[in-house]
């Protein structure tokens, strides 16, 4: 599985763990849909819904007049999976993740979902690098 698939199936299982209440695993499944697991793929997910505490602090300090349970479901669970992967995979590079989760906010969310992830991304990326 590339890794842009493994994201963007990362992200539809944190969706529906995040909306519909399911399990980790059930979710897993469900969004592979019969294909086997990643390692990537559970290394995200495992590791995003691991961290979440720390990473809705992260990102509840870098919105601006907004809190976190007011986001979008999409942007939501997308800034989670992208800081996550920010602050937990050196093989990527943070640039990298920030231009994955842009063109997925593209696909997955709304019109102006790619504007918002790349600011947040943006203020998150430059407390990261203090």
Request: charged share 35%.
């Amino acid at each position: 599985m590339k890794r842009r698939t493994a994201r963007e199936k990362a992200l539809q299982a944190l969706f529906q763990m995040d909306i519909g209440k399911a399990e980790m695993g059930d979710a897993m499944d469900s969004v592979l849909d019969g294909q086997a697991r990643d390692e990537y793929f559970e290394f995200l997910v495992q590791g995003t819904e691991g961290n979440k505490e720390q990473i809705d602090t992260i990102l509840s300090d870098n919105l601006e007049n907004w809190k976190l349970d007011r986001l979008g479901n999409i942007d939501r669970n997308l800034l989670r999976l992208s800081v996550f992967e920010m602050m937990n995979n050196q093989d990527v590079p943070v640039n990298v993740v920030m231009d994955e989760a842009i063109e997925i906010a593209k696909v997955f969310g709304d019109d102006q979902s790619s504007k918002f992830i790349n600011a947040v991304l943006s203020k998150v990326k430059d407390k990261l690098d203090k």
